[in-house]
C-alpha cells in the first residue's frame, strides 16, 4: 500500500517537473517572454518568473529524489535468495565422524634409500 503511495507520487512530481522544465527556455525566453511587454508587470515581472521558474525546478527535483530514495525502503522484498553456497551449507550441516587412528609409519633411512 505505502509503496504504491510512493510511485503514485513519484509520478506526479516526474510529471510536475517535466512540465516545469518544458515551459522554460534555455536563451532566457520561455514563459517569462511569451507574456508580451505590458503583462508582465502584472504578473511579477520576467525575473520573478524565471526565479520561480528556476525554483520550483530545484524543489521538484529534491523530492523526486526524495521519494525515489523512501521508496527503496518500503519496496516489497519478493525473491529472497540465500546467499551461502552450497559448500558452506556442506560444511556447516556435516557430522563429524571419529576417525581411527592409523598405525604410525615407521620409516627409516634404510627403508627410504631403498
Do not use: C, H
Not at 500500500?1 to 520561455?30: D, E, H, S
Request: hydrophobic share 45%; charged share 10%; net charge negative.
Amino acid at each position: 500500500m505505502t509503496y504504491t503511495l510512493f510511485l503514485v507520487l513519484i509520478m506526479i512530481v516526474a510529471f510536475l517537473l517535466i512540465l516545469i522544465i518544458m515551459v522554460q527556455n534555455p536563451k532566457g525566453g520561455g514563459l517569462s517572454s511569451s507574456f508580451g511587454g505590458g503583462g508582465t508587470q502584472a504578473l511579477g515581472g520576467v525575473q520573478n518568473t524565471t526565479n520561480f521558474l528556476d525554483k520550483s525546478t530545484w524543489t521538484l527535483s529534491i523530492i523526486l529524489l526524495a521519494l525515489i530514495l523512501l521508496s527503496n525502503f518500503v519496496a516489497p522484498k519478493v525473491n529472497v535468495i540465500d546467499t551461502s553456497s552450497e559448500i558452506e551449507n556442506t560444511i556447516e550441516n556435516r557430522e563429524v565422524q571419529d576417525v581411527p587412528e592409523l598405525p604410525a609409519a615407521t620409516t627409516t633411512l634404510k627403508d627410504s634409500a631403498q
